[in-house]
């Protein structure tokens, strides 16, 4: 791998006289084992105690994407000694973890969120993974895949839907099996930046890298006809080279994707409703049951969706849910701290002289 660093990387490794000669980049993540490459060496790679004992949530471990320090012990294993800042970040809340943070991917320039017409196609779900994605300051771009399973005047109808819907939004439509829009996809692509695909199990994710990388490297399977749900193909996030030395990750199918706490992704996903706030009479005002909400009115008119205006609602109760949920875990943290040392403190004093 071409080893070309992003300039927050460059200039934090200056600042702290690293050489590129010990930074690698994490394209494998196992649970808690990792694969790092470093220019053309490929390693298994660990991390220290230190990384594990500063971690303050599953967040803080490398994830793919991530660019580290290592050191190396032999010709096959190495010691990741320490995760470089992070321009970009593709987290979600954790399943099941109120008030805990998954990390997805790491150092992300773009996101492809990809939709299949037919089966898969929901505006809603395409507001969420946006939010996701300006809250990790990463550029989303949409993609509506399997085209050639619906007539041309229905994709197209599907394309003005999400235009009127999410404005300002990119869109490349293509098909797998007939290749076309693959060519527009791979125009996109820059050599040295880095790309990740997020869509639900069996939208075509995998099989669009594999196009891209003109062989089968992932495995890949259809969306259920009977459930109409895409079946779990890819375990694990992984990174690829593709020829014009960009690069890919893919990532599991996620059915559930909690957003965090970031109130400007949603200020940026659902910008229409932003740019109306500022007519309303209350500056306060929550968009809900107030008197000369210009939020309301815009429903009540027809010039705003109802569908992406519920849905800004939902995502903004979800935000400020997870946002007070984190700040009641880590009052339970302060205090559980004070209790600690309380109790050092009476135990150092009751020790005999």
């Known amino acids: 791998m071409k080893q070309q660093l992003p300039v927050s990387i460059e200039n934090y490794s200056k600042e702290n006289n690293i050489s590129t000669a010990e930074l690698a980049r994490v394209i494998t993540v196992h649970k808690e084992r990792y694969i790092i490459q470093s220019g053309t060496s490929v390693l298994k790679a660990e991390i220290t ?31 990741i000694l320490e995760v470089l800042p992070r321009f970009s970040k593709l987290e979600r809340q954790a399943v099941g973890k109120y008030g805990d943070i998954q990390l997805i991917a790491a150092n ?3 996101a492809f969120i990809v939709q299949a017409v037919g089966h898969d196609f929901n505006p809603n779900r395409l507001e969420r993974y946006l939010a996701v994605c300006y809250a990790g300051n990463i550029q989303p771009v949409l993609v509506l895949s399997k085209t050639d399973l619906v007539e041309e005047s ?14 300002n939004s990119k869109i490349i439509a ?15 692509l820059e050599a040295f930046k880095t790309y990740c695909f997020l869509g639900s199990s069996g939208v075509g994710k995998s099989t669009i890298i594999n ?27 992984e990174l690829f080279v593709l020829e014009n030395d960009s690069i890919v990750i893919d990532t599991p199918g996620m059915r559930e994707l909690g957003v965090t706490d970031s109130a400007d992704a949603l200020e940026m996903t659902f910008d229409a409703i932003s740019d109306l706030t500022s007519d309303c009479k209350f500056s306060d005002c929550s968009h809900i049951n107030e008197t000369g909400c210009a939020v309301l009115a815009a429903v009540e008119s027809g010039e ?27 009052q339970r943290d302060k205090e559980f701290g004070k209790m600690i040392k309380s109790v050092l403190k009476e135990k150092k004093r009751s020790k005999p002289q």
Not at 52 to 67: E, L, N
Not at 154 to 164: A, D, G, H, N, P
Not at 229 to 235: A, E, I, L, M, N
Not at 308 to 328: D, G, I
């Open 108 to 110: 992300v320039d773009v």
């Open 49 to 79: 105690g230190n990384i594990r004992f500063a971690a303050q949530s599953a967040a803080d471990f490398p994830t793919v994407g991530d660019w580290v320090r290592f050191m190396p012990m032999d010709d096959e294993n190495a010691i």
């Open 211 to 237: 196009n891209l990388l003109n062989k089968e490297v992932l495995e890949t399977r259809s969306i259920s006809e009977s459930t109409s749900k895409g079946r779990h193909t890819t375990s694990h996030r």
């Open 174 to 188: 293509l098909s797998n099996a007939t290749k076309e829009g693959l060519d527009i996809l791979r125009n996109e």
């Open 304 to 330: 705003l969706s109802e569908d992406a205006y519920e849905n800004y609602l939902k995502l903004k109760r979800e935000q400020e849910h997870f946002s007070s949920t984190v700040y009641e875990k880590r």
């Open 154 to 167: 229905e994709c197209e109808q599907l394309i003005e839907e999400v235009k009127k819907r999410i404005k």
